[in-house]
């Protein structure tokens, strides 16, 4: 009996002497892990801060750089290099709608951390996104037709009176005949001058709904990146972010530029643009300690939102940029800018596809 005691004694001595190391290194990884996640918090928030920094500049530089078209002649809306730029600009827009936005969206409303019914029985990505892009629609016919009733309802009332005044000052069938043609010709320049401004309407609406699905977009990628604790995570997204900023930049100032508004308007808007990411991150920094990026509510706002941007810019990029400029008379003229068209835009939807791998 003493001898198995003392067995007994040898053996938990001989275990505790194998096994403290190990448990003492277990203790010290616990510590450095503690202490490397502080120190990764303080790295993440350091890439964070030169994340708002350059995306800031990327984005204002990509908005400003067709709204310059006044200043530099190629950039101007009616020559050949524009047109190669927006079908560009057109092409990161799409990619992004279908390569960038609507997987995302596909993943956060199919994810394991929510429960299968009803998230896992509908597919509410794509649902979403089409109806999305049935209301950016809606929104764009309704919006074009209420400006151009408010702007055209007077018209006939100050047609009406030039005709009356016309008659009056009418002396003789001579000065009646001139008069008539002088009406004549005035309603001709009058129709094409409606015509110029019902186009300008139109872009100015195109302009306001594009920038409204990339903002949508852009708030929340921002929030996602600034949320984010990993540098695996945020060293990638702040190179392709900046990118992504200038290219969707260059495609919202080409629509602006041609909508013809005043420079305080146009500072507006880019300003809008420029600022609505760097906003998202430091959103996302303010509420990282309550944020969690795999809960039911997050992904289920972050899941709707992609999907409804992702219909917005979709419908934006095939229906009111590429298939506007792509049946422009000038565009189907000229072979060689027709065929620098299409390789522009495939160009920018391959740029930007590319980058979905890092972002």
């Not at 007077?154 to 069938?173: F, I, R, S, T």
């Not at 100032?253 to 430091?282: D, H, N, W």
């Not at 068209?341 to 939807?349: E, M, R, T, V």
């Amino acid at each position: 009996m003493a001898c198995n005691s003392v067995n007994i004694l040898k053996i938990k001595t001989l275990a505790f002497i194998l096994l403290y190391p190990t448990l003492v290194f277990g203790e010290c990884v616990c510590d450095v892990e503690a202490m490397s996640q502080d120190n990764n918090q303080q790295e993440a928030l350091k890439y964070k801060v030169i994340a708002i920094a350059s995306i800031l500049v990327a984005g204002a530089f990509g908005v400003s750089l067709p709204l310059l078209g006044k200043k530099v002649p190629a950039l101007r809306p009616e020559n050949d290099t524009f047109f190669m730029i927006k079908a560009f600009a057109a092409g990161v827009i799409l990619a992004t709608g279908f390569v960038h936005i609507l997987p995302d969206a596909f993943d956060n409303l199919t994810s394991p951390c929510l429960v299968e019914n009803p998230w896992g029985d509908f597919p509410f990505s794509g649902f979403v996104a089409m109806m999305s892009a049935i209301g950016t629609l809606m929104i764009d016919t309704f919006a074009t037709g209420y400006y151009k009733r408010q702007h055209f309802n007077c018209k006939p009332n100050k047609q009406l009176v030039d005709e009356e005044m016309a008659n009056e000052h009418a002396g003789h069938v001579h000065v009646h005949t001139h008069a008539t043609h002088g009406h004549a010709h005035g309603s001709t320049d009058s129709s094409y001058q409606e015509l110029a401004l019902s186009e300008i309407i139109r872009k100015r609406v195109i302009s306001q709904v594009l920038e409204l699905g990339i903002v949508v977009h852009s708030i929340i990628i921002g929030i996602s990146l600034g949320a984010s604790e990993s540098l695996d995570t945020i060293k990638p997204l702040l190179a392709a972010l900046s990118f992504h900023q200038f290219f969707e930049g260059m495609g919202l100032g080409g629509c602006i530029s041609q909508a013809e508004y005043k420079s305080r308007s146009m500072a507006i808007m880019a300003a809008f643009f420029s600022l609505t990411t760097p906003v998202g991150i430091a959103i996302g920094v303010g509420i990282s300690s309550v944020y969690k990026e795999n809960g039911p509510t997050a992904l289920i706002v972050q899941g709707v939102f992609n999907s409804a941007s992702a219909g917005i810019l979709i419908y934006m990029a095939l229906v009111d940029l590429l298939a506007a400029d792509f049946m422009n008379p000038i565009l189907q003229s000229n072979r060689r800018l027709q065929l620098g068209a299409n390789i522009s835009l495939l160009l920018g939807a391959g740029c930007m596809s590319v980058l979905a791998k890092w972002a």
